[in-house]
């Protein structure tokens, strides 16, 4: 079975920067697709960025693309979340998951595999 651990979630002002990180570990040891999720206050979980591990290809909600970048560091077996102009409306619980089969990430319904999450919250 294979297990997520988030780290990183911090109060942090509106306009400034956060790097969530996520440790893979487990069986099956790579997962194809690794992805961020969200939940705010009163609202879904939706799918924030995404990354296809085998040639790094990226993926990006609306709302994000331009301020997040989502980036894997494969020796670490790690993904990270780097958070830049970040906004109150970014203020969420945040989900690394993985989809270990999948051929493409931005399917967000198809993730299976979840970890715990990582509060993060912006002041404005």
């Known amino acids: 079975q294979m297990y997520l651990m988030e780290s990183g979630g911090d109060s942090v002002q509106a306009g400034g920067s956060l790097r969530l990180s996520c440790a893979a570990s487990g069986y099956p040891y790579r997962s194809n697709c690794m992805g961020w999720f969200r939940q705010g206050p009163g609202k879904e979980r939706e799918g924030v960025a995404s990354?296809?591990?085998?040639?790094?290809?990226?993926y990006y909600a609306d709302s994000v693309k331009g301020r997040f970048t989502i980036s894997q560091d494969n020796a670490k077996n790690m993904v990270h979340l780097k958070m830049n102009s970040v906004k109150p409306e970014d203020t969420a619980i945040y989900y690394c998951?993985?989809?270990?089969?999948?051929?493409?990430?931005?399917?967000?319904?198809?993730?299976?595999?979840w970890g715990q999450g990582t509060q993060v919250t912006v002041s404005s």
């Open positions: 998951a993985a989809n270990p089969i999948a051929q493409i990430c931005d399917i967000w319904s198809h993730y299976n595999v």
């Open positions: 990354i296809y591990t085998r040639n790094g290809n990226t």
